[in-house]
């Protein structure tokens, strides 16, 4: 079995994905939330987005904002009306939450 990470095709080492089950809680809500606002179709659009933007992180990891302040330190970026919240860690890009740009994300991170 090959330990390498898959690379892109200009063999950029891509990073695993894990997502955390706070960003699992989080995608659900936002899934259900959408459902019942516009429709199911929506809804599944939407986060097939999610899920594309996850691994083009996992190719471009470095796109999102860094917030090196917070220990560990985080990144951002921005999908739709939402922020995704993740860290690198060795070779695993970690989705640590998925939070709508209203919320007040820094206070939840402020230990």
């Known amino acids: 079995m090959n330990s390498k990470p898959a690379c892109t095709p200009n063999m950029v080492p891509r990073l695993s994905l894990k997502i955390l089950p706070q960003a699992e809680v989080d995608i659900e809500e936002i899934w259900l939330y959408s459902a019942e606002t516009w429709s199911v179709a929506q809804a599944d659009s939407y986060l097939a987005n999610f899920y594309a933007k996850f691994q083009t992180l996992t190719e471009m990891p470095q796109i999102g904002r860094e917030y090196p302040t917070i220990s560990p330190p985080i990144r951002i970026y921005p999908i ?10 060795g070779g695993v890009l970690k989705i640590v939450r998925v939070l709508h740009q209203r919320r007040n994300w820094q206070i939840l991170f402020d230990k």
């Not at 739709?80 to 860690?89: D, F, L, P, S």
């Open 80 to 89: 739709g009306r939402h922020y995704v919240i993740y860290r690198i860690e």
